[in-house]
């Protein structure tokens, strides 16, 4: 009988991610891991696609913008002087993480550099986008008891199966 996805077991997943034009904004076929059911980082919808299947098993999952990383936030871009940004940091694609006074991080990201001016977007690089993720899950095993202790995949042990 094949394993199935269901709470505490660990799935070990490939996937492509395409914006509403079927344009491929990220694809991963090296395999990821995940405990299902728990503290998962993956998006509720395809959790629940996935529930109860096998290896094997292909899930095309499509997700409005508010579902997936949410709409883009026009007061998450920031704009500085350039003499103010360390140089390591003076290219479009520049990423860094920054924290506020109340201790909140956000991965920043460089957009635009024009007229001596620095233009950082805090938002994720897919915000305001629907998406369709095309999922297939490639190993299901029971999630071991340090796993479900730290809600984290062991990565050693999400081999393929």
Not at 48 to 57: I, P
Not at 65 to 80: K, N
């Amino acid at each position: 009988m094949s394993a199935t996805i269901k709470t505490d077991t660990v799935v070990s997943f490939t996937y492509v991610i395409r914006d509403d034009s079927g344009e491929i904004c990220e694809y991963r076929d090296l395999p990821v891991a995940y405990i299902h059911g728990g503290q998962s980082p993956l998006f509720p919808a395809i959790e629940r696609a996935l529930e109860g299947r096998t290896v094997g098993h292909r899930a095309v999952v499509n997700l409005s913008a508010d579902e997936a990383f949410g709409e883009h936030d026009p007061s998450l871009i920031f704009t500085d002087v350039l003499d103010n940004v360390p140089d390591e940091l003076c290219y479009v694609g520049a990423e860094f993480e920054a924290e506020n006074e109340q201790g909140d991080r956000r991965q920043l990201r460089v957009t635009k550099i024009e007229d001596g001016r620095l233009t950082v977007d805090a938002n994720h690089p897919l915000a305001g986008k629907a998406l369709t993720y095309e999922v297939t899950v490639v190993g299901i095993r029971k999630a071991g008891e340090e796993e479900l202790r730290t809600g984290h995949a062991d990565p050693d042990l999400s081999a393929v199966q």
